[in-house]
C-alpha cells in the first residue's frame, strides 16, 4: 500500500507558531502571575492616616559639625485645604483627565489600562493617564520612583487597600493637597494663589481647567513660568506680569502647553457630562491669559543663604545622579525625611553674616557727614531721575512716579483719551514692548543712605489690545471696559488702583555684594555671604547665582596660568606699549601712557591690560579652552549650567578673545562661586576640586542618596601652579592688592575692576581658605566711585576673622623642582655685563620651574658711546670731553614711536638711540680747533671779536618731545612665543 506524503504547508506553519507562542504566553503569563501575586501578598499593612497627616518627614540639614542647623518647612509651599472648599469643577476637571473611572473602580482600573494603550497606539495622544488616582496618591505617600515592575505590581496591591480604608473623597482630598502644581506650588490652594491670586473656592470653570492641566507634567504644562529678564524675548513671549522672589525679579510668560491642555480637559469633562453644552462653548472662548494674576511669594527668614544653596544643589544632584525630574528630586527634598550633612562652619558663616550688617561700617566708617547714596556714582537728571552715562534713565525718583498714596500716576500731560474712548499714553515712566506695558522703576534713599531700588510690574494689558501710535501707547477701550478698577481720574491727574500693577515697595539696598569661603584642599563650602539684607528680608544668593563681569580677576586663570604652563616664566618680559583695535587704542591701562617692558610678575602685580592681551595673543586664546574646562569654567557635560560662551555656542558672540579672556570683559559673566572655584587650581597645587556645600545626603531608610568625594583634577603641574601662587602673594606684598593682606597669614590674589568700576573684586588664599568678594550695583548702568581696594578690605576683614586662632603660615609649601636663578627683568634672560650698570635695578633673582630657568645670556642691554649735548650716538666729531659710555636697551622687536603716533613708554629714556649727533661735524671741529683763534700766545684781541666763540645750537626739540597726549592708533604685531623651556624671550 502505497503511503501519501505529509505536505507542509505555510498554512500549518503558521497554526503550530500561534500553538507554540500561545503555549509559552500561558507558561509565562502564570509564571508572571504567580510572581506578582508573590509581591503583592509580601506588601506590609499600610497605615491609610498618613495620607491625612502632615504630608511629609521634614528634611533635616546639619552642619560639618553635626548640629542642627535647620528643618527644611515647606510652608510657604502648600496650604491644606478640605475637600468641602474645593468647588465641584475642580475635582471633575482633575478625575475627568487624570482617573475618568475613579468614583467606580477599586484602586486600580484594567478598563483604563488598556483605553490609554489603545488611544496611544491610535492617535499617539497620551493625554489619558493609566494610572489612577488613587495610583498616583499611593506612588507618592508609600512608595520610591522607581521603573520597575515590584514597584508597579506593589502599587496596585496598596492602591486596593487603601481603598478600602478610605473613601473616595478622603482620598481625592490628600491627592488634591499633594499634587505638585509647578512654581513650587504644591496642592490646588497654594496653586489657585500662586497662577490666580485667590481661593480653590473661589475658581471658575476655566480656571479648574488650567490647573488640572498642571499635573501630567509639572515642568510643561504650568499656565505661565519664569525668565529672567536678559532671557526674555518679547517678539516669541507673552508677559502675563513680574515676580520679585528673593530680590530677583523675574518675568512669567504665558504658557500655551497649558491653554491647549486646558482645552482638552474641558472637553473631556463635556464628554463626561461634568458641564453642559452652554457652559463648554462659553468656556472655550474664553481668553486664558486673561485670567493669570501671579501673586508675589512672601518668603519668611527661615533660613540663611547657605542652606538655600545646599538644597538646590541637593535638587540639582538627585537630578543629575538618578534621572529625576527638578519636581521628583524636590518632593525628596521637601518630604523624604533627608538628613543633609553640609559643609558649613556656623561659627565662620555668622562671623560673615555679622561683616554684613556692618558693611558700611567697615568700608566708609562713620557716614553722618557723608553724601547719599553710600559708594555709588549715582548721576540725576534736572527731575531727579537716577540716568547712565549715556544720559538714558536707569530709575525714577520715587515722587515722579508714585503718588502719596502709594499709586502710580499720570500727570495730565502723560495721558488723553481720544475720540473713541481709547487711552493714550505718551510717558517715560511706560515702556512699551510687543506683549506688554512696563512701569519704569524707581529708587528711593533710606535712613542710612543707602540707595534702594523698586521693581514694577506690568499694567495688565493684553498684547492685543493695545498699541504704538506715533509715539502714544494707545489702549483700547474695550480692554478699559473689561477690567473697570484698573484706575481713576481725580484732579486731572490718572491713578492705577493699587493691586492692578504689582509694586516691591520693600526695595533693595544698592550697593550690594556677595562672599563665598572654601576650604580648597578638600572642596568644601564653609560660608558664603549672598547679598546684603534689607530689614531681614533673604535675598537673591549673588555669590551663587549671579553673573558679574570679572575684570582684571580673569587674567590669573584665563591667561597667566596657561602662559605658565607653556613655557613663560615669572621673568618673562612683555612689553607695555601701544595696541589698536579697529583703528582706535585698546586695550587701555588703569594708569595713564604705557610702562614699556615689565616681567610677567609685575604685570600680573600691576594688573596692565595690554600685556594681558600680549601674552593672550601669543598662547592663543583657543589654547586656553582645554584648562577653562578641567577648572569648571566651562562645564562640558551641562553647558546649560556655564555662563562661558563658546565658539560652537555663538560663533559670532562668545568669550574666545582677549576682551573676555584677558580683560574679563565676557559675553554673561562669572559668580563669585565660579570665579572662586576656578582659582582652587592655582591654590591647591594645580588641582581643581569642584566644591560642595554637603558630604552626604542620608534617606529616610539611612540609605545614602548622595556622597561629596573630592575628585581632583590636575590642570597643571604643581610648580606651575606655585609660580603663579607666589605672583599672586607678590600682588598682595608689592602690588595693587595690598588692602587684602591678612594678618600673620601668607595671602595670595587679584584685584578686579570692569568698566566704569561697575564690578569690584578680590579673589585671593591663604593655606588655610580661598575665598572671592564683588561688589556693584545690581543694575551696572549704576557705577560704584571707588575702586577694588574696597573689595580686597572686605575680603581682608572676612578672612580675617575666619583665620582667628589659626597658627600664622609665612610662606606657602614649596614642590620639589622650584629653583631659584638671578636674572635681568628686562630680557628675562641671565643677567650680562651691562644689566648691573642699568640704573633702574634690573638685576634680581627669581623663582622658576625647574628646566625653565634661563640659560642663555641678556642680549638686550647694550653699551654704546652718547653724545652728551644731543643725546645722539657719538660720531667722530663729538669732543671727546662730551662723549660718554653709557648701557641702554635695545627692544627685540624694534619699538619705533613714529609708527605709533609718537607715543613714547616710560622706559623710552633707556632704548638705544638710533640716530647719530647732528650736532657736531667736521665744520664745527675746525672752528673749535683753530689755533688762529684759540692759540692763547698770540696776544690780539682783535681776532676774538673778528671770529666770535661758536655758540651751540638749539637742542630743545631733542629732548622730550610732547609726550603727554599723543595719538594711540599704530597696531602693535604680536610677540613671538616662547620657542623652547631653555630660552623664553617673548621678542626673539
Same mark, same amino acid.
Given at each position: ?51 491625612n ?28 485645604i ?27 482600573d484594567?478598563?483604563g ?31 520610591t520612583?522607581?521603573r ?11 492602591s486596593i ?35 490666580f ?11 479648574c ?6 499635573v501630567?507634567?509639572p ?5 505661565f513660568?519664569?525668565v ?20 530677583q ?18 472637553r ?26 501671579p ?18 544643589r541637593?535638587?540639582?544632584?538627585l ?15 521637601f518630604?523624604?525625611?533627608l ?6 562652619d ?48 536707569v ?17 495730565q ?19 512699551p ?19 534702594q ?20 501707547i ?22 492705577f ?14 550697593p ?18 549672598g547679598?546684603?539684607?534689607v ?24 591667561v ?8 613663560f616664566?615669572?621673568?618673562?618680559p612683555?612689553?607695555d ?7 582706535s ?15 610677567l ?34 562645564d562640558?557635560?551641562?553647558p ?9 555656542e555663538?560663533?559670532?558672540?562668545n ?17 563669585p ?5 576656578a582659582?582652587?587650581a592655582?591654590?591647591?597645587? %594645580?588641582? +581643581?576640586?569642584?566644591?560642595? =556645600?554637603?558630604?552626604? @545626603?542620608?534617606?529616610?531608610?539611612g540609605?545614602?542618596?548622595? &556622597?561629596? /568625594? ?10 606651575t ?7 599672586l ?46 561688589i ?18 572686605m ?8 583665620h ?24 628675562g634672560?641671565?643677567? %650680562?655685563? +651691562?644689566?648691573?650698570?642699568? =640704573?633702574?635695578?634690573? @638685576? ?8 625653565? &630657568?634661563? /640659560? ?26 662730551k ?33 647719530t ?18 692759540n ?37 604685531p ?15
Amino acid at each position: 500500500m502505497r503511503h501519501r506524503n505529509k505536505v507542509f504547508t505555510i498554512t500549518k506553519l503558521v497554526r503550530y507558531f500561534i500553538y507554540i507562542t500561545l503555549i509559552i504566553m500561558i507558561v509565562f503569563g502564570t509564571l508572571f502571575a504567580l510572581a506578582g501575586l508573590k509581591i503583592m501578598s509580601q506588601v506590609d499593612a499600610i497605615d491609610p492616616r498618613i495620607v491625612n497627616m502632615d504630608l511629609n518627614e521634614t528634611s533635616i540639614i546639619y552642619d560639618q559639625d553635626g548640629n542642627l542647623i535647620e528643618k527644611i518647612a515647606t510652608a510657604e509651599y502648600r496650604t491644606m485645604i478640605g475637600i468641602q472648599d474645593m468647588p465641584k469643577n475642580l475635582t471633575n476637571a482633575f478625575i475627568a483627565i487624570e482617573d475618568e473611572r475613579f468614583r467606580d473602580h477599586v484602586g486600580i482600573d484594567p478598563h483604563g489600562i488598556l483605553a490609554s494603550l489603545y488611544q496611544a497606539y491610535k492617535t499617539g495622544d497620551n493625554a489619558r493617564g493609566a494610572s489612577t488616582i488613587t495610583q498616583q496618591l499611593v506612588k507618592n505617600t508609600f512608595l520610591t520612583p522607581a521603573r520597575t515592575l515590584e514597584r508597579k505590581l506593589k502599587e496596585a496591591e496598596i492602591s486596593i487597600q487603601l481603598e478600602k480604608m478610605l473613601t473616595k473623597d478622603q482620598i481625592l482630598e490628600a491627592y488634591l493637597n499633594r499634587v505638585s502644581m509647578g512654581q513650587n506650588a504644591y496642592g490646588v490652594e497654594e496653586a489657585a494663589q500662586t497662577y490666580f491670586n485667590k481661593h480653590a473656592k473661589d475658581l471658575d470653570v476655566v480656571e479648574c481647567a488650567m490647573l488640572a492641566s498642571i499635573v501630567k507634567n509639572p515642568n510643561t504644562y504650568p499656565p505661565f513660568y519664569r525668565v529672567a529678564p536678559n532671557n526674555f524675548d518679547q517678539n516669541t513671549m507673552e508677559k502675563v506680569g513680574t515676580i520679585d522672589i528673593l530680590g530677583q525679579t523675574y518675568m512669567l510668560v504665558f504658557n500655551p502647553e497649558n491653554e491647549n491642555r486646558a482645552n482638552a480637559v474641558l472637553r473631556k469633562m463635556h464628554e463626561l457630562e461634568m458641564i453642559t453644552d452652554s457652559e463648554y462653548e462659553t468656556a472655550k472662548k474664553v481668553d486664558k491669559k486673561s485670567l493669570l494674576k501671579p501673586a508675589e511669594k512672601k518668603q519668611n527668614q527661615i533660613t540663611n543663604y547657605f542652606a538655600d544653596y545646599v538644597k538646590d544643589r541637593v535638587v540639582e544632584d538627585l537630578q543629575d545622579k538618578y534621572g529625576w525630574t527638578k519636581s521628583r528630586a524636590q518632593d525628596e527634598l521637601f518630604y523624604g525625611g533627608l538628613k543633609i550633612y553640609s559643609t558649613i562652619d556656623m561659627k565662620l558663616q555668622k562671623q560673615v553674616e555679622e561683616d554684613y550688617k556692618k558693611f558700611n561700617e567697615i568700608l566708609v566708617g562713620d557716614t553722618t557727614k557723608l553724601k547719599a547714596p553710600l559708594l555709588l556714582d549715582m548721576t540725576l537728571d534736572q527731575y531727579g531721575n537716577i540716568i547712565d552715562s549715556n544720559g538714558k534713565l536707569v530709575f525714577l525718583n520715587k515722587a515722579n512716579v508714585i503718588s502719596t498714596d502709594s499709586r502710580i500716576y499720570l500727570t495730565q500731560d502723560e495721558f488723553k483719551f481720544a475720540d473713541n474712548g481709547d487711552l493714550m499714553i505718551k510717558s517715560v515712566k511706560m515702556i512699551p514692548y510687543q506683549s506688554n506695558i512696563d512701569v519704569m522703576d524707581y529708587f528711593t534713599i533710606d535712613n542710612s543712605k543707602n540707595l534702594q531700588t523698586h521693581t514694577i510690574g506690568s499694567l495688565p494689558i493684553k498684547k492685543d489690545d493695545f498699541n504704538v501710535d506715533n509715539g502714544w501707547i494707545r489702549i483700547n477701550k474695550s480692554a478699559l471696559d473689561e477690567n473697570k478698577k484698573l484706575f481713576e481720574i481725580k484732579d486731572n491727574v490718572l491713578y492705577f488702583n493699587e493691586g492692578q500693577i504689582f509694586i516691591n515697595k520693600d526695595g533693595v539696598v544698592q550697593p550690594q555684594s556677595a562672599s563665598i569661603i572654601i576650604d580648597y584642599k578638600n572642596g568644601h563650602i564653609v560660608a558664603m555671604a549672598g547679598g546684603r539684607d534689607v530689614d531681614g528680608r533673604r535675598i537673591f544668593n549673588r555669590a551663587t547665582n549671579s553673573q558679574r563681569q570679572p575684570g582684571s580677576a580673569i587674567k590669573p586663570i584665563g591667561v597667566y596660568l596657561e602662559a605658565l604652563d607653556k613655557g613663560f616664566t615669572a621673568a618673562t618680559p612683555i612689553d607695555d606699549v601701544p595696541m589698536t583695535l579697529n583703528g582706535s587704542p585698546w586695550p587701555n591701562n588703569w594708569y595713564s601712557g604705557y610702562k614699556g617692558i615689565t616681567s610677567l610678575r609685575y604685570a600680573v602685580e600691576q594688573s596692565i591690560n595690554t600685556s594681558a592681551v600680549t601674552t593672550l595673543n601669543a598662547i592663543g586664546a583657543r589654547n586656553v579652552i582645554p584648562y577653562l574646562e578641567k577648572m569648571n569654567i566651562i562645564d562640558k557635560a551641562h553647558p546649560d549650567r556655564d555662563t562661558f560662551v563658546t565658539k560652537e555656542e555663538n560663533e559670532k558672540y562668545n568669550d574666545e578673545n582677549a576682551s573676555a579672556l584677558a580683560l574679563g570683559g565676557m559675553t554673561k559673566g562669572l559668580s563669585p562661586l565660579r570665579l572662586a572655584s576656578a582659582y582652587s587650581a592655582i591654590a591647591n597645587d %594645580g588641582k +581643581f576640586i569642584n566644591p560642595s =556645600p554637603y558630604t552626604k @545626603v542620608i534617606d529616610n531608610d539611612g540609605k545614602v542618596l548622595l &556622597e561629596f /568625594k573630592p575628585e581632583p583634577i590636575q590642570v597643571v603641574s604643581p610648580q606651575t601652579a606655585y609660580i603663579m601662587k607666589d605672583i599672586l602673594r607678590t600682588v598682595v606684598t608689592n602690588g595693587l592688592g595690598k588692602a587684602a593682606q591678612v594678618p600673620n597669614q601668607v595671602t595670595a590674589g587679584k584685584t578686579g575692576t570692569t568698566q566704569y568700576t561697575a564690578d569690584l573684586w578680590f579673589v585671593g588664599f591663604t593655606d588655610y581658605y580661598l575665598g572671592a568678594t564683588w561688589i556693584g550695583s545690581d543694575t551696572p548702568r549704576i557705577t560704584m566711585n571707588k575702586n577694588s581696594m574696597i573689595a580686597a578690605q572686605m575680603w581682608q576683614n572676612i578672612m580675617t576673622k575666619a583665620h582667628e586662632g589659626k597658627e600664622p603660615v609665612s610662606a606657602f609649601n614649596r614642590p620639589d623642582g622650584i629653583i631659584k636663578s638671578s636674572v635681568c627683568t628686562i630680557s628675562g634672560k641671565l643677567p %650680562g655685563e +651691562f644689566c648691573s650698570q642699568d =640704573p633702574r635695578g634690573v @638685576v634680581k633673582t627669581e623663582i622658576f620651574v625647574k628646566g625653565t &630657568e634661563p /640659560k642663555q645670556v641678556c642680549d638686550l642691554h647694550v653699551s654704546a658711546e652718547i653724545c652728551e649735548e644731543s643725546g645722539k650716538l657719538a660720531n667722530e666729531f663729538c669732543p671727546e670731553d662730551k662723549k660718554v659710555m653709557k648701557v641702554f636697551v635695545q627692544r627685540k622687536p624694534a619699538y619705533n614711536p613714529e609708527m605709533h603716533g609718537g607715543i613714547m613708554p616710560a622706559d623710552w629714556v633707556y632704548e638705544l638711540p638710533t640716530e647719530t649727533c647732528d650736532i657736531h661735524n667736521a665744520e664745527t671741529v675746525d672752528e673749535e680747533e683753530s689755533p688762529e683763534i684759540f692759540n692763547p700766545d698770540v696776544e690780539n684781541p682783535n681776532l676774538i671779536e673778528e671770529f666770535p666763540h661758536h655758540k651751540p645750537g638749539n637742542n630743545e626739540d631733542n629732548e622730550g618731545g610732547d609726550n603727554e597726549n599723543p595719538p594711540e592708533d599704530i597696531e602693535l604685531p604680536p610677540p613671538t612665543p616662547p620657542r623652547d623651556n631653555s630660552s623664553v624671550d617673548l621678542f626673539e
